[in-house]
């Protein structure tokens, strides 16, 4: 989470500023540059929020399949503990 945390707070509003850069210099935006640019970086915040759904999916289902296989009463535990 460190990590994350520190690309996102350097290259967030690094990469928010240029892409307003551009809307102003190429598209003439002017002052609603900003404005877009922000928009655009929330887009970023939804694409992540959908992967952080999915995986918590797969997760819920892995830990449920892991806690099943590492039971005291499972199969392969019996097998190694009556040798």
């Given at each position: 989470?460190?990590?994350?945390?520190?690309?996102g707070l350097g290259?967030?509003?690094?990469?928010?500023?240029?892409?307003?850069?551009?809307?102003?210099?190429?598209?003439?935006?002017?002052?609603?540059?900003?404005?877009?640019?922000?928009a655009a970086s929330?887009?970023?915040?939804?694409?992540?929020?959908?992967?952080?759904?999915?995986?918590?999916?797969?997760?819920r289902h892995e830990?449920?399949?892991?806690?099943?296989?590492?039971?005291?009463?499972?199969?392969?535990?019996?097998?190694?503990?009556?040798?």
């Amino acid at each position: 989470m460190l990590v994350v945390n520190i690309v996102g707070l350097g290259m967030g509003p690094l990469i928010t500023g240029v892409i307003s850069d551009v809307l102003v210099s190429r598209y003439g935006f002017g002052r609603d540059s900003l404005r877009y640019a922000i928009a655009a970086s929330a887009l970023a915040a939804v694409w992540a929020a959908v992967h952080f759904m999915r995986s918590a999916f797969y997760l819920r289902h892995e830990l449920a399949a892991a806690s099943v296989s590492s039971s005291p009463f499972s199969e392969t535990t019996q097998m190694t503990t009556d040798t």
